[in-house]
C-alpha cells in the first residue's frame, strides 16, 4: 500500500514518538545522576517487627563504605530508608514513594514477606530493579519477574536446611511443631515439613503460638506429653524466649529445638540470659562464621564504624551479602549505567562469593532465588558454633 | 380562593455547605498530587469509612465493640473473593461487601442483645476479629493464605480502576454518599434513639422503643458501612492479606475514633483524616513515628477528651453537631 503524502508527516511524527519512546524503555536511568545513585531501602523501622531493621542498617553501612571507597564509577550511594512496620498497607505506600515521588534507580533490603508480596506488583511494574534482602516467601521472586531479586535464603532454602538438620539427628522420628500462624511462619514450617516428609515423617503434633503470647505452658504441657526427638519452632524472637524459658521452667532442657531464622543465637541467649535454657536451640545461620567470630570482625568494624551505637546479632548480616552482589553487578554495568544494564548484569552473577554468606550467589534470569542453602549455628560446649549438619561443625 | 403557599425549599445549613465544599476542594487533589500522595488520599477515604462505622457503634450506641477488624477483613475477601472467583465486577462485589458486613455486624449484636456489655463484649467482639484473621489464613485454597489473595483487574462501569486517580474518584464519590448516609441517619428518628440507648438503654426501652432493633440496625450499619471500606482497601491495595487485619489494626481504627471524637460523624472523618496522614507525615523521622504517633494521641486525649472536634467546635460553630453532646 501506497502511503500518501497527507499521512506521511503525522506517520513519521508517531514512529519518532516510537524511537523516542523505545530509547526511553530502553535506557532506563531514573534515579542516576553522574555523581549519584539513589537507592531506596525499605525495612521495618517501627513496629513488633523493629529487630529486623539490622537488617537494612548492615546494608547502608555497606554501601556507605563502598561511598568512603569513592562510590562505583565516580557514583556514590544516596539512601533513602522507608518504613513498612511490617505492614502490608503501610509498605505499599512506602514502596509507591519510592517509585512515584522519589524516583529511586534501586530497592534493597526488605524485611517482611507479607510486605514484599504486597509491594511486588508495584515495583514490578515499575521496572525497579528491586533486590530482596531479608523477606523469605519464594513467591516474591517466584515465578521470576524481570526485576526482582531474592538475595537470601528463601524460605524454601531455610526450611531445606532446617529440616535436613532435624533430621540429620540419628533417630530422630517423633517431631512437634510449633508455629504462629503468618506468613512468615509457614515459608518457614511449610519447606521443613516437605523436607520430612521426604525422610518419611510427619509431625506429630503442630501446636499454634501467636505473635504477642506471653505464656508457652499450654504448648509446653502437651510437648512433654508427646515427648518428641526434635522440636521446630517457626517463632519470632520475642516468642521464642518465652517458649524457651517455659520448656525450661518445666525441665524440658534435653529435646533439642530447631527455631527459624528469625532468631539469632547469640542474641536469643542475651535476651534469656541463661546458656542452659539455649544449649539444645538451633536456628539456621547463613553466614560464615558466629557473631564473635573471627570470620565476621570486619563485617562488625564497618557496621560499628557507620552505626556506632549498634548492637550487632546475626540480622545484622542478612542483606550485606547481596549488596556485596550489587555492586559487583553495577561495577560491571559500567559507567554508562542503565537499569537494564544492572539487571543484565545481576543475573550474570554466578557462584559469587559475597564473603560472608556460608553459600555462594548465583542469580539467572529464570531463577531468582539465589541463595539455595543455608548452615545451622547452635552451641558446643557453651560456644556459638556454625554447623552442617548434626554435631558436624562446619 | 384556597391559596397554597408554595413550600420553600430549606437553604443549606452552614454544616451542609461545608459537607460539599470539602469533596469539591479534594476534586482537585489529582492535579497535583503524585502517585504516593494519590495513595496516602485514597486510604485516607477508606479510614474515614472505618471510623464512620466504628464510631456509630463505639461513640454513639456506647457498646464496647471491637469486631471493627472483622467487619473491615471480611469486606476485604468478600470483594476479592467475589470477583475472583464468582467473576463479579467490582460494584457488584461493593455490594457483596456491605451486605456480607452487614450480616457480619448481625451476628455481632447478638452478643449485645444477649446482654454482654462493657469488657464482655469487647472480649468476644476482638475474638471474632481474630477468628477471621485465623480463617484468611487457613482457609488457604480460597484465600490464598498468607500469600494474599490478588484482585482481578478492578473496573468501574468499564473504566480501569488501575489509577490511583480512578479510584480517587470512585472512592470520593463512595465516601461522600456513605457519610451523608449516615448523617441522615444520625439525625432522623432512629438517630435519637440510638443516642438514646447510649445515654439509658432502661429509660429507652420504657418509652416504649424497642432497642433490641436499634442496636441490630446499628451493627448492621456499622457493618456495612466498615464493609465497604474493606471493598475500596482492597481495591487500594490490589491484594489482600491477613496480616493487615489483626489486633494492630483495632487500636488504630480505635484510636481514630477517640482522636477525632467519640459519638461525632465530623470528628470521624477528622480522626481517619488525621490518623492516617500524620503516620506517613512521620515517615520522614524513620524508627521514630510511633513515639510521634503515640505522643498526639495521649495529648489529644488529655486535652480534649472529647477529640478533635471538641476543638473546632469551639472554634466555629459549623462543627457543631446536633447530635453531638455537650
Given at each position: 500500500m501506497k502511503t500518501t503524502s497527507k499521512w506521511k508527516l503525522p506517520l513519521g511524527v508517531l514512529a519518532a514518538m516510537g524511537i523516542m519512546a523505545g530509547t526511553a524503555v530502553a535506557d532506563d536511568?531514573?534515579?542516576?545522576t553522574d555523581t549519584t545513585i539513589k537507592v531506596g531501602v525499605m525495612g521495618p523501622f517501627s513496629g513488633n517487627a523493629s529487630s529486623y531493621s539490622k537488617a537494612q542498617i548492615g546494608e547502608m553501612a555497606y554501601y556507605k563504605m563502598i561511598n568512603d571507597q569513592g562510590g562505583v564509577h565516580g557514583r556514590k550511594f544516596e539512601l533513602i530508608e522507608e518504613d513498612t512496620a511490617c505492614q502490608p498497607a503501610k509498605g505499599i505506600a512506602a514502596a509507591k514513594k519510592l517509585v512515584s515521588?522519589?524516583?529511586?534507580?534501586m530497592m534493597h533490603g526488605n524485611s517482611c514477606s507479607g510486605v514484599a508480596m504486597a509491594v511486588k506488583d508495584i515495583v514490578v511494574e515499575s521496572g525497579t530493579p528491586w533486590i530482596v534482602a531479608h523477606a523469605v516467601n519464594p513467591n516474591i521472586s517466584m515465578p521470576p519477574t524481570p526485576n526482582v531479586f531474592h538475595g537470601v535464603p528463601a524460605g524454601p532454602a531455610y526450611g531445606y536446611t532446617m529440616g535436613k538438620f532435624v533430621m540429620s539427628k540419628p533417630g530422630t522420628k517423633n517431631v512437634v511443631m510449633v508455629e504462629h500462624s503468618n506468613d512468615w511462619a509457614k515459608s518457614y514450617a511449610d519447606p521443613t515439613r516437605d523436607y520430612m516428609k521426604t525422610k518419611g515423617v510427619e509431625p506429630t503434633m503442630v501446636l499454634a503460638m501467636e505473635r504477642g503470647?506471653?505464656?508457652?505452658t499450654a504448648q509446653v504441657l502437651k510437648i512433654r506429653q508427646a515427648k518428641p526427638d526434635f522440636i521446630v519452632a517457626s517463632l519470632y524472637e520475642a516468642e521464642t524466649v518465652i517458649f524457651l524459658k517455659d520448656l525450661k521452667k518445666y525441665g524440658i532442657t534435653d529435646i533439642p529445638v530447631m527455631g527459624a531464622a528469625g532468631t539469632d543465637l547469640e542474641n536469643t541467649l542475651a535476651r534469656i540470659g541463661d546458656i542452659d535454657t539455649v544449649k539444645n536451640y538451633y536456628v539456621p545461620h547463613a553466614f560464615i562464621d558466629t557473631v564473635d567470630g573471627p570470620g565476621m570482625k570486619k563485617w562488625n568494624d564497618m557496621i560499628l564504624k557507620y552505626y556506632p551505637g549498634e548492637t550487632i546479632t546475626g540480622f545484622s548480616y542478612v542483606s550485606i551479602g547481596s549488596a556485596v552482589a550489587a555492586v559487583q553487578a553495577l561495577k560491571n554495568a559500567g559507567p554508562d549505567l542503565t537499569r537494564e544494564k544492572f539487571i543484565a548484569e545481576l543475573d550474570k552473577i554466578k557462584d559469587f562469593d559475597t564473603g560472608i554468606f556460608a553459600t555462594n550467589i548465583t542469580w539467572s534470569a529464570d531463577d531468582r532465588?539465589?541463595?539455595k542453602e543455608s548452615a545451622v549455628a547452635g552451641f558446643v560446649d557453651g560456644k556459638p558454633t556454625v554447623m552442617k549438619s548434626w554435631n558436624q561443625p562446619m | 380562593m384556597n391559596q397554597e403557599t408554595p413550600q420553600k425549599k430549606r437553604p443549606l445549613s452552614q454544616n451542609g455547605r461545608i459537607f460539599y465544599l470539602v469533596p469539591l476542594a479534594a476534586a482537585l487533589i489529582p492535579f497535583f498530587a503524585n502517585d504516593y500522595l494519590q495513595f496516602i488520599v485514597n486510604m485516607i477515604m477508606v479510614y474515614v469509612l472505618v471510623t464512620v462505622g466504628f464510631n456509630l457503634v463505639i461513640?454513639?450506641?456506647?457498646?464496647?465493640?471491637?469486631?471493627n477488624t472483622a467487619f473491615f477483613g471480611i469486606g476485604a475477601y468478600m470483594t476479592a473473593i467475589l470477583m475472583t472467583y464468582a467473576g463479579f465486577t467490582y460494584e457488584l462485589a461493593l455490594v457483596g461487601a456491605a451486605i456480607s458486613g452487614g450480616l457480619a455486624g448481625l451476628l455481632a449484636s447478638v452478643t449485645a442483645l444477649r446482654g454482654i456489655r462493657l469488657y464482655y463484649l469487647a472480649i468476644i467482639t476482638l475474638a471474632f476479629g481474630e477468628l477471621m484473621r485465623w480463617v484468611y489464613i487457613h482457609a488457604e485454597p480460597v484465600t490464598m493464605g498468607t500469600d494474599g489473595l490478588p484482585l482481578p483487574d478492578v473496573t468501574v462501569f468499564g473504566m480501569s480502576m488501575h489509577s490511583e486517580t480512578a479510584k480517587f474518584y470512585v472512592f470520593l464519590l463512595i465516601t461522600v454518599l456513605v457519610v451523608k448516609g449516615t448523617s441522615n441517619l444520625l439525625k432522623s428518628r432512629v438517630g435519637r434513639a440510638i443516642l438514646a440507648i447510649r445515654d439509658n438503654e432502661l429509660t429507652t426501652a420504657s418509652l416504649g422503643i424497642s432497642t433490641a432493633n436499634y442496636i441490630i440496625l446499628t451493627f448492621v450499619w456499622s457493618g456495612s458501612v466498615v464493609g465497604i471500606a474493606g471493598a475500596m482497601f482492597a481495591a487500594s491495595t490490589e491484594r489482600v492479606f491477613p496480616e493487615s487485619f489483626g489486633l494492630t489494626e483495632v487500636i488504630v481504627h480505635f484510636a481514630m475514633v477517640m482522636v477525632g471524637g467519640a459519638g461525632s460523624l465530623i470528628g470521624s472523618v477528622i480522626g481517619g483524616v488525621v490518623l492516617t496522614a500524620l503516620p506517613e507525615y512521620f515517615r520522614q523521622f524513620p524508627g521514630m513515628e510511633e513515639l510521634f504517633f503515640g505522643a498526639i494521641i495521649i495529648a489529644v486525649l488529655l486535652f480534649l477528651p472529647k477529640g478533635l472536634v471538641s476543638l473546632l467546635a469551639k472554634v466555629s460553630p459549623l462543627f457543631r453537631e446536633r447530635y453531638f453532646r455537650e
Open positions: 536511568t531514573t534515579g542516576l515521588q522519589d524516583k529511586v534507580f503470647q506471653t505464656d508457652a532465588h539465589g541463595v | 461513640g454513639n450506641l456506647g457498646q464496647l465493640a471491637f469486631a
